[in-house]
């Protein structure tokens, strides 16, 4: 079964504006964390960002900061101030505490585009 | 910063040919993982590798796969037979015990099976 849905393939935005870029997830197991990795052209994965099940607030971290919506069982990832070096596949990744999928499980990724 | 490092960054090798794929986790953390990721695709989990065993392994990990660590500081992942689907872009990570600190990957090795 899909663990983790990224349903933007490709995604546009303006330098300077923010973008949102969609993450939902299906898991059974009350402990998981959320991650967000980045992969420019040049290949290498570059982790952004962490959500815990049970943290309290949404996790931030410079220009990142994540939508994180228990109920909907979504992670969206909020880049604010595009970058024309934002410009990447980015990908969403779950791994469950206690479940079956304890490795790190990704999705299918959205190719970002930052026009000038 | 600490960074994981992989050897070499390309591989072309024969059909049929066994490869060895290197790797330099982060020297403090304990877990560890080859992925990899087909030209276009998603990155998919092949094992992980804790207190010197596998913990984990998906259903691509077959028998022509197998991981080791030789000493204290490498990884590596053996392929015994080499197909042409095997041709990807093959990632280590490692983490430490945070997992809110990431996945740490290095920056892959592009294997080519001609």
């Known amino acids: 079964a899909q663990k983790i849905t990224q349903t933007q393939p490709g995604m546009f935005v303006q330098e300077k504006e923010a973008v949102t870029l969609d993450c939902t997830y299906d898991?059974?197991?009350?402990?998981?964390?959320l991650f967000w990795y980045k992969q420019p052209s040049s290949g290498e994965m570059i982790f952004l960002i962490y959500q815990g099940s049970y943290d309290q607030q949404n996790a931030t971290e410079g220009r990142y900061s994540l939508n994180f919506q228990k109920a909907r069982k979504s992670a969206n990832l909020v880049i604010s101030a595009s970058q024309l070096g934002d410009s990447a596949m980015y990908f969403c990744?779950?791994?469950?505490?206690?479940?079956?999928?304890?490795?790190?499980?990704f999705g299918s990724g959205t190719q970002l585009t930052v026009l000038p | 910063e600490p960074e994981v490092t992989q050897t070499p960054s390309h591989q072309v090798t024969q059909m049929g040919q066994e490869v060895i794929l290197r790797c330099v986790p982060i020297s403090n953390h304990l877990y560890f993982y080859w992925y990899r990721q087909i030209l276009g695709q998603k990155v998919e989990f092949l094992v992980s590798?804790?207190?010197?065993?596998?913990?984990?392994k998906s259903e691509i990990f077959d028998d022509q796969f197998s991981v080791e660590r030789p000493d204290g500081s490498n990884f590596t992942l053996k392929i015994r037979s080499t197909k042409l689907e095997d041709s990807a872009m093959y990632f280590c990570?490692?983490?430490?015990?945070?997992?809110?600190?990431?996945?740490?990957f290095g920056s892959g090795t592009r294997l080519t099976v001609v």
């Open positions: 898991t059974s197991d009350p402990s998981y964390g």
């Open positions: 590798f804790y207190n010197n065993e596998i913990s984990e």
């Open positions: 990744a779950m791994r469950e505490i206690s479940g079956s999928a304890r490795q790190l499980t």
């Open positions: 990570a490692s983490r430490g015990q945070k997992m809110r600190e990431g996945y740490t």
